[in-house]
């Protein structure tokens, strides 16, 4: 079956979105495998956004990730990564439609309250970094 790894980053987290991003999974169908609340240091989040380390803004995102907790989730069912982020919606907010989690809770590009991942290469690379295989099955 299909796995993906969600994470409720540090915004939503200190806005008590944890619940609400949950129950939209659980209600689509979607099985939780995994969870945690953890805070994430330096080296993790670098290697988890390591694609976008020449981007301009990559201090930035770092320095938010880990800014305070996160909720680092696996979630699983048949094509869970596609509808996964068809559910969060666009990155940026400002162009994400209301009924998706960016559109309906999102402030700006940063704060856009939940991570997916984007294709199954990266939904098994990101599995690995934050979880323990035996942990998530
Ligand atoms: P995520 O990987 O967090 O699920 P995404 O796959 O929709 O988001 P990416 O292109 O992978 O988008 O960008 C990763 C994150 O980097 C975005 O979620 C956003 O918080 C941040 N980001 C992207 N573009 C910008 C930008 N132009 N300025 C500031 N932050 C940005
Ligand atoms: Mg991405």
Redesign the pocket.
Known sequence: MEKTFI?V?PDGVQRGLIGEIVARFEKKGFQLVGAKLMTVSRELAEEH?A??KE????G??VD??TSGPVFAMVWQGNNVIATA?QM?G???PADALPGTI?GDFGV?????I?????SPT?AEREIALWFNEADVN
């Open positions: 994470m980053k956004y694609e976008h981007r301009p803004f990559f930035e995102l938010f990730i982020r969060m666009k990155t940026n960016r700006n590009v940063a704060m856009n939940v991570h997916g991942s984007d990266s």
